[in-house]
T-cell receptor, first 111, second 112 residues
Framework: RKEVEQDPGPFNVPEGATVAFNCTYSNSASQSFFWYRQDCRKEPKLLMS???SGNEDGRFTAQLNRASQYISLLIRDSKLSDSATYLC????????????FGGGTRLMVKP | NAGVTQTPKFQVLKTGQSMTLQCAQD?????MYWYRQDPGMGLRLIYY???????DKGEVPNGYNVSRLNKREFSLRLESAAPSQTSVYFC???????????FGQGTRLTVV
């Protein structure tokens, strides 16, 4: 089993739709959680951190469920510019501050 | 503030050739990483350096070596390139605690 698993998609949604992605992680000792965004042929960039209490940034909401070991990302009112790959990232309690990446979920927002 | 700078951006090698990918960061981060990204595989950690003077293997270290030259620079070397090393390589750096990782723009390497 992969340490961090995501549905690769693609998720094809119309503009204005609400879309949600889930990610599961296997290491119950994981400490920190993030969503990164990666545009085609570009480097990953931080979208948002995921806190135990959940957090919201504009149209984006991230939730963490430690008991079930999953993280979610909700995007409301999708824009064409949201089309990208969304990477779920987990940091365990390991030396070196290492991050483990999921394979990514591809989102395509259509007019 | 340049962040993380990787060179080169593109490279084509013949099987058996060697090359070094360069990475430098100007954010005074202790931790630096090399990842490779292949279709459907996500980012996989090759090597990392928790601090200047230390390096450790990641998930897929075979065929690679690294050098943490100083706090700023972390290079990745392919001694004898193989077609299986065709990939996109990303360097990243990170501060302490739960801070985000910053990535370079990537190196697209093709081994023929």
């Amino acid at each position: 089993r992969k340490e961090v698993e995501q549905d690769p998609g693609p998720f094809n949604v119309p503009e204005g739709a609400t879309v949600a992605f889930n990610c599961t992680y296997s290491n119950s000792a994981s400490q920190s959680f993030f969503w990164y965004r990666q545009d085609c042929r570009k480097e990953p960039k931080l979208l948002m951190s995921v806190y135990s209490s959940g957090n919201e940034d504009g149209r984006f909401t991230a939730q963490l469920n430690r008991a079930s070991q999953y993280i979610s990302l909700l995007i409301r009112d999708s824009k064409l510019s949201d089309s990208a790959t969304y990477l779920c990232v987990v940091k365990g309690n390991n030396a070196g501050n290492m991050l483990t990446f999921g394979g990514g979920t591809r989102l395509m927002v259509k007019p | 503030n340049a962040g993380v700078t990787q060179t080169p951006k593109f490279q084509v090698l013949k099987t058996g050739q060697s090359m070094t990918l360069q990475c430098a960061q100007d954010m005074n981060h202790n931790s630096m990483y090399w990842y490779r990204q292949d279709p459907g595989m996500g980012l996989r950690l090759i090597y990392y350096s928790a601090s200047e003077g230390t390096t450790d293997k990641g998930e897929v270290p075979n065929g690679y070596n690294v050098s943490r030259l100083n706090k700023r620079e972390f290079s990745l070397r392919l001694e004898s390139a193989a077609p299986s090393q065709t990939s996109v390589y990303f360097c990243a750096s990170r501060g302490p605690g739960n801070t985000e990782a910053f990535f370079g723009q990537g190196t697209r390497l093709t081994v023929v």
